[in-house]
């Protein structure tokens, strides 16, 4: 056989091979078609600065992924790393003191999404193997929740926060897949209620559902009057709000919607405003494909590596109780807060994590 004929035989089986796994991969996804609202322009409170400029940085060693931060009386770091910006199987807990020294607080081998502590100083996290936790001051762990009432598993437990009367607040991207960047992208791209908002009561030990299907439920917050709690929806660019208290007890509104990011993690500052984070800013052909079911079936059985990239873009925004943006805060060019799936605020600095950073943003607000 001629080497011509050769390299054209070995084209047409790998394109072929390659086809056969495009549609493989397109066939395992059963997305809805839903139509995104138009981007807001960035103008007005939306409008573009550089302030995120003068972010410094909090090294993890060789770590990776402080998708939360929390902070304990003495003013210590707390987060949840894995072991590379692509390898999610292994993870730990880490420390890092007021001067800067990291060490191994928790070594959980998996990865630890959202962080905070209870009254007792017990860290209270989300583990992507073992569902809600708590970790005591010597590092040991019990697990207080894997399911829901009704025995959906806790599969991708992603953000929490408590009460002021310790009940914890938290929320479960997925009770139908486990977390891989593969299964990331399936969530997105879908477009279907999974998982949901849920509490647990240390007292009783029980869970409730309080929003049953989110769309990429990630960050929580709960008010400063603890009359209401925040749980971002990524996929659908919005924060939903639930009522704890008063006469809307039990229903669930939009707090804010149409934002022009992917918005991750929330926080409360002292005050009852928050802080809102973004994993990046809108991808505009995202947005023209989702309402194309089949389109976005062919788009996710490609390679991951032929699928479209995250940008990097620093974006984190100050909204007040009301659900009103207040300020939005930029880094365009990425180079020094690349994401913000997390923002805690501690004397006079934003300290902002990221799902596959390699430091803690750490910004001294003016």
Known sequence: MKISSIIKLSITVVLTL?????????????????????????????????????TKRV????????????????????????ISQTDFTDGRILKIDTSGKISVFC?????????????????????????LISVDKNGKIKILANKDENGNKFLIPNDVDIASNGVIYFTNTSSKVSFSRKHIWKILMEAKPDGGLYSFDPKTKKVKTLIDGSFFGNGVAVSQNDDFVLMVDLAKYR????????????KTDIFLENLPGFPNGISRRKDGSFWLGF????????????????????????????????????????????????????????????EASSIEEHNGYLYIGGDISNHIGKYKLK
């Open 279 to 338: 994993s990046t800013k809108r991808d505009d052909l995202l947005d023209k494909i989702h309402p194309k079911p089949l389109i976005k079936k062919l788009v996710y059985g490609l390679p991951l590596w032929l699928q479209p990239k995250v940008v990097p873009f620093g974006m984190i925004m100050h909204l007040n109780n009301n659900g009103e943006i207040l300020k939005t805060y930029y880094d365009t060019t990425g180079k020094f807060v690349s």
């Open 18 to 54: 390659f086809i056969v796994s495009v549609l493989f991969g397109a066939y395992s996804i059963q997305p809805l078609s839903w139509s995104p609202p138009i981007k807001p322009e960035l103008t007005g409170v939306f409008a573009k600065n550089e302030l995120l400029s003068t």
């Open 239 to 250: 924060i939903v709000r639930y009522w704890l208290k008063g006469i809307n007890k039990g």
């Open 59 to 82: 090294g993890l060693g060789n770590w990776y992924g402080p998708e939360d931060i929390a902070i304990d009386s003495q003013g210590n770091l707390y987060c949840g790393v894995h």
């Open 107 to 131: 070594n959980t081998k998996s990865w630890v999404a959202g962080l905070h502590f209870d009254k007792n100083e017990n860290l209270i996290a989300c583990d992507l193997e073992r569902g």
